[in-house]
């Protein structure tokens, strides 16, 4: 049992490996355990056994695997990422447990199967059981389907998708295994439990005893509707709510909606195969069927038939066949044939389905034409055929034809369209049979139930029977008022009989009819007070009050049609009731009037009407006034009182007085009583007679506007006009059409018939009278409101001039909203005047176009022409195409009949030839306007073939293609193209251009839609696979289109559609819908409908929330009359906001006002930063371009929504360039107050901004500059910092525009740029500028040049990038330029630079052709031969730019340059304090004394500016710190430190030493920056600096001491900042690398060690920040390298002494503890490390402090004494050397003194000898100066640029000098004797007294303290040293001797030497007080 301990001991997931069974068993064991346990469904837990569970289930072990089923059923059910293993896990499943003897086995893989498909992986579980179908093991089949089924009866049909079970059915029953066949059985009864009878046809061909076997069993399924058992994870509510249900007994109610979905959920045809017949058609069969003998069409109509009996065929193209059939059904004499033409389409047509539908407009006809026929069985057959084909289109499309036919004088085709018709309508709901439907058909109808033929007769009762019966009798009644009683009865008795195809689908209201006799509603309206509205609509408004909010329609959409639909009678002020359309009256005569105005009218008034005096008729006419305001309506006599008025002299009343109230009552008796149009015809001639009068005229208008309210509108002004323009007065004329005009803007515009106008108007505009004219074209404006573009059409033929005022007037109307109807709404009465809402809202619009005279062009279309379209040559093509188009230009307007011209358009679609195609889609444009919305019928011939052009190649074809789509979009609406699966096809085709243009377009069209086909769901699948398309524009349209269809199909749908994806896309898609979700839109509103003309609740919706708004224009109209203030206020607000009226229909709960308060840019956190990295991870397009994509304008809307506002971002993206003016202005104004808001979408509007660049239009582009200048000046002020991001998407637009040919933008763009350099670095702004001199606009590069001049002139040469020499080059090359401005500019900006740099100019240009350096060598000797007119200029331009910086930015915002001349604007207004005094002086040495001697003179000429100049002169501000800042001054360290970093750095890498010195300066001066670099890094930093130090090249150049000097103070900084494990570190291996290099320079590693004896020094302080264990291993290695033997043999003492000084130092701060951190080192016999260590720790313990410092210092002090011997004369000459030079001659001189003050008896003569007389006197001079210097003030301050900080680091540093040397011993075991011995020496020969050693305190005391690094300006320190001096002033004189020695060979010999301490008391009193006294 070895083994089994082995194993037992290892972790569950290896042992489920093991080779083992037992161990697996075992493992499977624990497993199973393991997993129950696991609480936490994502637990990383599960992971491990990703890979295993397939072993799980398939080990060849059976015990084992029975173990291992029921652990992988745990962790199936348990484990989040279970559905991982799917694939491999069932498919395991089906090959290797299903075909196990062991019962529980094939249970167990069958509960894992089932566990999958409950955990959402279905699919691949469905997929792997079908696979197991073909395997050749019976058990294995018997076992999946006996799964599939047990899926199938537990989830449903909704889950288990049954198609491809179905598929394999009939195989499954012709197997050889009883077994197989008997399962199968099971699973077809389970199937048929779920579909039914769809699972019949499938089944058909199985044989025949089995079929009776099933047809018995399915008998015995029992008829509830099944129900799904067990639920997804995602279904838990369902689920839940399952199990109430059960709790309460079995069947609630409750599930039933879901379950019905279920059941007619599945149609035998989609469980079918398609079959493809058009290739098996018989190869002669076109021939054939044109056959003269009718066998042989027989033979081929009988091949066809038995081809199209497959219940579903493939799609395909049928226009060849159906053309044929199409033929021999409406031309062949023999009747059989034509049945079975007829026979072959209807088999056509049910396999096609909707596919058919493209065919169906042409075959109806011929099919209704021919049931002329008599014979039972052709009618049938052509019944069969046409309700066949009705299923392929709906009802709207083949309206036409139906109602062609209609009128046909033969009785049986009227019989049998009727008869069809009434089938039709059984397929309908209420919403696919329109008002607009049903008024044609029913007007159809009425005819035939009048009709001679009873047979006739009874089709048509049937066919309105069953109209009622789907539309119900609101919608249909009004079309039945002149039906007589019996007819009417016959109807409703029809009706009751019809049963509908859609059962219940008309909702309730159905139902509830038939037992209401006065059913007035349909079921849209079934409110409660539905059904009694006709009764007590006027008594009750209460209930009333809902209906329109009921309404599926949303708000009214207009006041006539509001009332119509809501209010039944409400409103009727006692008329009789809501059938009543308008009262009619018989004319009365003269006589009955008089009779009934007597009874009303006081006796004196009736005798005074016709007085001759005026004045009696006056009192007449108020009486008359007085008794018409108090009759109640009921009693008023109004065509009475009408008559009585017009009495002689009526209207010839001479006295306006009179007449003026006379037209008062007649407005008066219009409101008041119930006025007829008899009425208002006894009136009306006399109004309009007046209406022209200048005292009377506002009365006649008043009045007829009264009368228009009581008799509707349309018909009064047909009345008003009619008469106005049969008489000659232009007066009346002209008012008569302003009263129009007016009226139409109060009473809306429903009802009015446009062709009754037009023609008066046409007479107006043609009328000599200018006032008529001017009246007609602002009646035109009016109607265009309402109209729209439609209107022009009437008055296309009208002369130019004409026509131009007439589009000028419409072009002042576009954009406006109609005003909202205030008048007409509540005498409107009844179900809807003459045709219901729906109608009147269409009317407006369509009928517009209805009117037009359409001309039938169907017999020009002649064979001839098409088969020239068909032509092989394609000249004759084109010219068959020509003849179309001027076919087309004549007609205009033509009716739907055009022929055979939509094939041979549909051909020539895919011509060979581009040209062809084009002007093909240019004919459908045309034929789209021509026809109008009658090209509806044509969508699926023609328009779709046009949406297959989008797929090609050419971009200007698949323009053309885009444009004709939308054109015909337009007339026709969306649903005809997204119903069917035609474009689902379309997109199914792998052609990117053709998926990118049509997602495109569905984007763009989608989002208007109210609701959608179904058919949309099928483009779906397509649209996915889009998303993962190869093409990325492709996926990008797929992105953008994706929300609006969720918007239509919803987030379910959609996600369940992605069940059929792969894993890995699934994932991808579910998150893109996710994200899609977020940006879903919402549906339009309602009112969509009317969008462009105004929306009957338009007025309330903008002060109401939408869900009051319906109910409240419901109430509006309740009311007896309209309330005014209401109305009016509307109307006002309307005009105050409608500018965007557009905007108020889509969105009518937002006020207008409050959606333009608020701030305009949204603050996002983190949004900017987003979107840097979606463009890092280029998860979106980057932003570059030549000219912007539409898909950059794109993505910029998308990122921009969430954080602009979105009524301003709707201006920013607006196509009419004076929006974006306004968006500009607004930006502007909220720039001050929204700083963060701007600053946080910064790159989004400077990416907007560069889009403005591109734009045509000059007022846009100054305006743009102007808010950049202001942009730029605010971000400056804050101090921000342009990301690199922004700057790269903003500065190349911006430079582009630098080349404008305009001076003034040009001029802007240079001051913009100048600006720029505030915030963002100077020499990244110099490589933008530089790609802009590659342009090829010449002004550009000129500009650009100058630009660069510019730059270099005031930042210096530093700004050149990459290096100087690059960027001269590159300028260099354009002085060679074609163009005359290139090269001057050219040649100015190096004339520049060279003035910045002098000579080295034309070493960094290199080689240029003798030519171009010619002309420079010119240009620069001219620049200096005017000495007097540089400065000048110099000295106009700089104090302007001084000027500018002192009054900052404050200064710039009012924009200084804007004023000056062009060439100061070229200047910088730029930089910080200091850059500026620095270049100041420069620009003024030439000049200094003139400018002070004679103020006078430039004070008259530039007063200001010199005022500012003398003072910066004389301020002493030589300060010379900005040397250790960035070199660009504008940089606050912690404005932006990420962008400020990636500054420093990229000039750490310049090619200028100064440069980069500077900038690694500036690195180390911040400690936590410092810290990060790595010893190897500073490794080769430290050594890139040390060989620079000792480069002899770099004391050559002109500043070479300085750079050296920079250096110098750099390695200190670096050696005091950085992280001191790691410099220590790489000290220490540098020092190996020098010591191992034979070509390393001695000098090299002994810089190297006084870098470290530097480190040595600060290691007391250090110390415990350092990482000893890693310092030691480095030394053992360095040990290991270099052992003792070998280091003795260097030549130089140092290194050894280096080592030992480090460890000594390292041992006596550590202690004992040093010996616990050698960890690190592995083998530590490898070195002698440990064995020193040992050594020193043990001479240290031995030593007392006193003693060991003694050591030290003569140890120390004999190092020195040896060195100087051996290289005294190096030292010597390195001194002598730097007093040579310019730079470093006091640090030499200083070093000189020091030299000789420690070797007294050094020998300098022989250096002195051989130099001037005068340099020997300088030197002893300069001796003398520092000698006098140090004894008076004790203390030197460096002659470098240190600044106070570093001296006082300088300071304490030579302090610690002596306390780190300490125990400098050799190593050899020496008594303190020895040392006291050799000290006494050297205090003699320092001419120091032998105290005894006792009197003074020991050494370390006093230096072993840390001086404080402020030491050199403390004053309680001096204090302290004072009182130390007194005690003391010995060892002090010794010190100072030690301090120095160490000194001399201190770092880089120009580190500032310390304070020499050993000045006298005195002094140091003296410089106490001194610095007391400044103090105070």
Not at 368 to 374: G, R, T, V
Not at 823 to 844: A, L, N, W
Not at 1410 to 1420: F, P
Request: net charge neutral; with cysteine.
């Amino acid at each position: 049992m070895a083994d089994d301990s082995e194993w037992m001991k290892l972790p569950i997931d290896q042992k489920c490996e093991h080779k083992l069974w037992k161990a697996r068993l075992n493992g499977y064991e624990e497993a199973f355990k393991l997993f129950q346990k696991i609480a936490d469904e994502k637990s990383p837990e599960w992971s491990k056994y990703l890979g295993l569970i397939k072993k799980f289930v398939t080990d060849s072990n059976a015990v084992a695997q029975l173990k291992g089923l029921e652990a992988a059923l745990v962790y199936v059910e348990n484990a989040y990422v279970a559905g991982k293993t799917t694939g491999e896990v069932a498919s395991g499943v089906v090959n290797k447990v299903f075909n196990q003897p062991k019962a529980r086995a094939k249970e167990l893989g069958l509960d894992i199967c089932l566990m999958y498909i409950e955990i959402e992986k279905g699919e691949a579980v469905q997929e792997e059981l079908l696979k197991g179908l073909d395997n050749k093991n019976p058990k294995i089949i018997v076992a999946c389907i006996e799964t599939l089924r047990k899926a199938l009866s537990e989830f449903g049909s909704k889950i288990i998708s049954l198609k491809p079970i179905i598929k394999v059915l009939p195989k499954l029953f012709e197997s050889r295994e009883k077994a197989v066949r008997d399962e199968a059985k099971l699973l077809a009864v389970e199937i048929y439990r779920w579909i039914r009878d769809a699972l019949r046809p499938p089944l058909q061909n199985i044989n025949s005893v089995q079929l009776k076997e099933l047809e018995e069993e399915w008998v015995k399924v029992s008829s509830a509707a099944p129900k799904q058992t067990r639920f997804l994870r995602s279904q838990q509510e369902l689920k839940a709510k399952f199990e109430q249900q059960q709790a309460a007994g079995g069947d609630a109610d409750g599930g039933d909606d879901d379950e019905e979905e279920t059941v007619p959920q599945v149609d035998a045809y989609e469980l079918l195969e398609a079959v493809e017949i058009l290739s098996k058609l018989p190869k002669d069969f076109y021939e054939k069927i044109e056959a003269k003998k009718w066998q042989e069409r027989k033979e081929a109509l009988e091949a066809v038939e038995l081809l199209v009996k497959n219940p579903k065929l493939e799609s395909g193209d049928y226009a060849d066949l159906v053309k044929v059939l199409k033929k021999v059904v409406g031309k062949d004499t023999n009747v059989m044939l034509v049945a079975l033409a007829a026979k072959c389409l209807a088999g056509l047509a049910a396999g096609l389905r909707k596919k058919f539908g493209q065919y169906a407009v042409h075959v109806v006809p011929t099919i209704l034409e021919k049931f002329k026929e008599k014979k039972p069985q052709v009618v049938q057959a052509l019944q069969e055929a046409i309700d066949a084909i009705f299923l392929t289109t709906t009802l709207q499309n083949i309206s036409e034809d139906v109602l062609a036919v209609m009128d046909n004088k033969n009785p049986t085709i009227k019989q049998q369209t009727s008869l069809f018709i009434a089938r039709s309508f059984r397929h309908c709901t209420p919403s696919t049979l329109p008002k607009s439907l049903l008024k044609p058909f029913c007007a159809a109808l009425l005819k035939h139930i009048n009709d001679s033929a009873p047979e006739v007769r009874d089709a048509g009762f049937e066919a309105l029977g069953t109209a009622l019966k789907v539309a119900g009798e609101k919608a249909v009644n009004p079309f039945l008022a002149d039906v007589d009683k019996l007819k009417l009865d016959r109807i409703k008795e029809c009706a009751e009989k019809v049963e509908l195809v859609y059962g219940k689908k008309t909702g309730g209201a159905a139902e509830k009819k038939e037992g209401k006799p006065l059913a007035g509603k349909t079921p849209a309206l079934s409110g409660p007070g539905g059904d009694k509205e006709t009764k007590d609509g006027a008594t009750k408004p209460g209930p009333l009050k809902k209906a329109p909010a009921v309404k599926s329609g949303g708000p009214p959409k207009k006041g006539k049609p509001a009332a119509a639909a809501g209010m039944g009678g409400a409103g009727a002020k006692g008329k009789k009731g809501p059938e009543t359309k308008e009262i009619f009256e018989s004319e009365l005569s003269i006589e009955v009037c008089e009779e009934k105005a007597a009874a009303v009218l006081p006796a004196s008034c009736i005798q005074q009407l016709d007085s001759g005096n005026w004045k009696e008729r006056l009192a007449c006419m108020e009486e008359f006034q007085k008794a018409v305001e108090l009759m109640e309506r009921s009693e008023m006599p109004c065509q009475a009182l009408v008559r009585m008025l017009a009495k002689k002299p009526g209207w010839k009343e001479t006295n306006f007085q009179v007449m003026q109230m006379k037209l008062h009552v007649v407005a008066l008796i219009a409101q008041k009583g119930n006025f007829s149009k008899t009425s208002a015809q006894v009136v009306l001639d006399g109004l309009v007679d007046k209406v022209g009068d200048v005292k009377c005229g506002s009365n006649a208008k008043e009045a007829m506007t009264a009368i228009a309210e009581a008799c509707q509108l349309p018909w009064t002004a047909e009345q008003v006009v009619a008469m106005a323009f049969s008489q000659k007065n232009p007066k009346n004329q002209s008012e008569t059409l302003n009263w129009l005009s007016n009226a139409i803007k109060e009473f809306g515009f429903s009802g009015l018939n446009i062709k009754a106008f037009i023609s008066n108007v046409k007479t107006a505009l043609a009328a000599t009278n200018p006032a008529v004219r001017t009246s007609a074209i602002t009646l035109l404006g009016v109607m265009y409101l309402y109209v729209g573009p439609p209107l022009r059409m009437f008055f296309e033929d009208e002369k130019p001039a004409l026509l131009s005022q007439i589009d000028a007037e419409f072009e002042k109307m576009q954009g406006q909203t109609a005003p909202v109807p205030t008048r007409g709404i509540s005498r409107h009465v009844g179900g809807g005047g003459d045709d219901g809402e729906e109608e009147e809202q269409e009317e407006v619009g369509n009928d517009v176009v209805d009117l037009l005279p359409r001309t039938d062009i169907g017999d020009k279309i002649t064979a001839e022409l098409v088969s020239k379209i068909g032509d092989k040559n394609w000249k004759i093509r084109k010219e068959g195409l020509d003849e179309v188009t001027s076919i087309i230009n004549d007609a205009k307007f033509i009716q739907p009949n055009i022929g055979e011209l939509p094939a041979a358009l549909k051909s020539r679609l895919n011509d060979s030839n581009k040209i062809l195609v084009q002007q093909t889609l240019s004919i459908l444009q045309q034929l789209a306007t021509a026809m109008g919305p009658n090209i509806k019928q044509h969508v699926k011939n023609l328009g779709i073939p046009v949406i297959t052009v989008l797929g090609d190649s050419k971009n200007n074809v698949r323009a053309a293609a885009l444009a004709t789509v939308n054109a015909w979009a337009e007339q026709t609406g969306m649903k005809e193209w997204l119903e069917g699966e035609d474009l689902s096809e379309e997109l199914k085709k792998e052609n990117p251009f053709l998926r990118q243009e049509l997602l495109g377009w569905l984007a763009e069209k989608l989002p208007t839609l109210r609701s959608v086909p179904s058919d949309l769901l099928l483009c779906v699948p397509h649209l996915y696979s889009c998303l993962e398309d190869r093409n990325g524009d492709v996926r990008k349209k797929a992105q953008d289109a994706l929300p609006f269809f969720m918007m239509h199909l919803g987030f379910e749908k959609m996600a369940k559609a992605t069940g059929k994806l792969k894993p890995t896309s699934k994932d991808q898609v579910l998150a893109m819908l996710e994200k899609a979700k977020a940006n879903m839109p919402a549906k339009p509103a309602p009112p969509a409908k009317a969008s462009s003309r105004v929306v009957g609740g338009a007025a309330p919706a903008k002060f109401q929330p939408v869900s009051a708004l319906a109910e409240d224009s419901g109430s509006n109209t309740m009311e007896s009359k309209p309330d005014p203030k209401k109305g009016k206020a509307g109307g006002a607000s309307s005009k105050a906001k409608g500018v965007q009226g557009k905007k108020v229909l889509s969105k009518p709960n937002l006020k207008e006002d409050d959606d333009k308060s608020g701030p305009i840019f949204i603050i996002v956190p983190n949004g900017k930063e987003q979107r840097m990295k979606d463009e890092k991870g280029l998860k979106v397009l980057k932003w570059n371009f030549t000219t912007p994509r539409d898909e950059y304008i794109e993505q910029l809307k998308t990122q921009m929504s969430s954080c602009v506002a979105k009524w301003l971002q709707d201006e920013m993206f607006h196509a009419d360039f004076q929006h974006h003016n306004k968006a500009l202005a607004v930006m502007i104004e909220h720039l001050e107050s929204e700083k963060d808001g701007v600053i946080s979408c910064l790159d989004l509007i400077l990416k907007w901004l560069t889009l403005r660049f591109f734009d045509t239009n000059t007022s846009v582009l100054m305006k743009t500059l102007e808010y950049l200048k202001l942009l730029f000046n605010l971000l400056s002020q804050e101090e921000y910092h342009l990301t690199e991001n922004e700057a790269s998407s903003f500065i190349p637009y911006l430079i582009l525009k630098v080349g404008e040919p305009k001076d003034v933008i040009r001029k802007d763009v240079r001051a913009i740029l100048n600006r720029m350099c505030l915030i963002y670095p100077a020499s990244k702004m110099f490589t933008f500028i530089m790609e802009g001199t590659k342009s090829k606009n010449s002004k550009q590069r000129a500009e650009c040049l100058e630009e660069l001049g510019c730059l270099v002139e005031s930042y210096g040469m530093n700004v050149c990038q990459p290096t100087p020499g690059k960027a001269l080059k590159e300028m260099a090359t354009h002085i060679g330029d074609r163009d005359n401005t290139v090269r001057n500019a050219a040649l100015n900006t190096i004339v520049t630079v060279y003035n910045v740099h002098g000579d080295q100019v034309f070493k960094l240009i290199g080689n240029l052709s003798e030519k171009d350096m010619s002309m420079l060598e010119e240009r620069i000797k001219r620049s200096a031969k005017r000495p007097s007119a540089a400065p000048a200029r110099q000295a106009e331009e700089k104090p302007q730019r001084t000027q500018n910086i002192s009054a900052n930015a404050s200064m710039l915002r009012k924009g200084p340059t804007e004023d000056m001349s062009s060439k100061l604007n070229q200047n910088r207004n730029m930089g910080s304090h200091s850059e500026a005094m620095h270049t100041v002086p420069r620009e003024f040495q030439l000049d200094l004394d003139e400018i002070e001697n004679d103020n006078g003179t430039v004070r008259c000429e530039m007063p200001a500016l010199v005022q500012h100049k003398l003072d910066d002169i004389f301020e002493p501000v030589l300060i010379p710190e900005p040397k250790i800042r960035a070199v660009s001054p504008h940089f606050d360290m912690h404005s932006n430190t990420a962008s400020t970093i990636n500054f420093v750095i990229s000039q750490v890498a310049s090619g200028d030493i100064n440069t980069s010195v500077q900038a690694l300066a500036q690195l180390f001066q911040i400690e936590s920056l410092a810290r990060e670099a790595s010893t190897g890094v500073l490794k080769d930093l430290m050594h890139g600096l040390i060989t620079l130090m000792l480069d002899s090249r770099v004391e050559d150049l002109e500043e070479g001491e300085q750079v050296i000097r920079s250096v110098n103070l750099l390695v200190v900084k670096v050696l005091e900042k950085s992280d001191q494990t790691n410099i220590l570190s790489a000290l220490l291996v540098l020092l190996q690398d020098s010591l191992l290099a034979t070509a390393s320079s001695p000098k090299f590693s002994e810089l190297v060690m006084k870098c470290l004896w530097r480190m040595v020094r600060l290691l007391p302080e250090t110390i415990n920040s350092i990482n000893l264990d890693r310092i030691l291993l480095d030394i053992h290695i360095f040990m290991k390298v270099f052992p003792k033997e070998k280091l003795k043999q260097c030549k130089s003492e140092f290194p050894i002494r280096t080592l030992k000084t480090l460890l000594h130092t390292l041992c006596k701060l550590k202690g004992p503890k040093i010996l616990d951190h050698l960890t690190m080192i592995d083998n530590k016999n490898e070195s002698e490390l440990e064995a020193h260590l040992c050594r020193v720790m043990k001479h240290s313990m031995d030593q007392t402090g006193s003693k060991a410092d003694k050591d030290t210092e003569k140890g120390a002090s004999r190092i020195e004494e040896k060195a100087s011997k051996a290289k005294v004369n190096d030292i010597l000459a390195e001194i002598f050397k730097k007093i040579g030079s310019k730079e470093n001659t006091k640090e030499g001189l200083a070093e000189l003194y020091e030299y000789k003050k420690k070797y007294s008896d050094a020998d300098i003569e022989p250096f002195l000898k051989n130099s001037s007389q005068f340099f020997q006197s300088y030197v002893e001079r300069g001796l003398r100066l520092i000698e006098t210097e140090r004894e008076g003030k004790g203390r030197i301050a460096a002659s470098t640029g240190i600044s106070p900080q570093m001296e006082g680091t300088c300071v304490p540093a030579s302090t610690h000098t002596v306390s780190s040397s300490i125990g400098n011993t050799n190593g050899e075991e020496v008594g303190p004797s020895v040392y006291l011995e050799r000290l006494k020496i050297l205090r003699q020969r320092c001419g120091l007294d032998n105290a005894k050693q006792e009197d003074r305190p020991p050494l370390t005391s006093l230096l072993s303290k840390p001086a404080l690094p402020t030491v050199a300006s403390s004053t309680d320190m001096l204090h302290s040293k004072l009182s130390q001096l007194r005690e003391s002033r010995e060892q002090y004189q010794h010190l100072d001797l030690d301090s120095n020695q160490t000194h001399s060979s201190g770092i880089g010999t120009t580190l500032a030497s310390p304070s020499s301490a050993a000045a006298n008391i005195d002094d140091l009193k003296k410089r106490l007080e001194r610095i007391k006294s400044s103090r105070k």
